[in-house]
């Protein structure tokens, strides 16, 4: 499974941005996601969850992002991850994600969001 993650750029706080990730590889492969998600690593920080959403449509937030993210889309094929009301503290690298009923777990190369005051 490969994915595609796009749609990072620089905004001012309090402005939107939709970052899209889309999956490639064999259909065996794609049908074998059970959950995609979000990702983001802040330079000196850990990677943390931002927002996954399961092959059933069932999704789960990080509370920091609560009310200002949406994530929505087929987990299995392309996902969006709606970002309004941005802050500078959401300044990061998004990463999609992706994890199989095998327990695989890939990455995308990660997108940059760059967040102004």
């Known amino acids: 499974v490969q994915l595609q993650a796009s749609g990072g750029g620089s905004v001012q706080a309090g402005r939107s941005l939709t970052l899209f990730c889309s999956t490639t590889g064999s259909t065996f492969s794609r049908n074998n996601i059970d959950v995609m998600g979000w990702y983001r690593q802040s330079p000196g920080g850990q990677r943390e969850m931002v927002a996954t959403?399961?092959?059933?449509?069932?999704t789960n937030y990080a509370n920091f992002v609560k009310g200002r993210f949406t994530i929505s889309g087929d987990a299995r094929n392309t996902i969006e991850l709606q970002m309004n009301s941005l802050e500078p503290d959401d300044t990061a690298v998004y990463y999609c994600?992706?994890?199989?009923?095998?327990?695989?777990?890939?990455w995308g190369r990660g997108t940059q969001v760059t967040v102004s005051s």
């Open positions: 959403i399961t092959g059933l449509g069932t």
């Open positions: 994600s992706a994890h199989t009923l095998a327990s695989n777990n890939y």
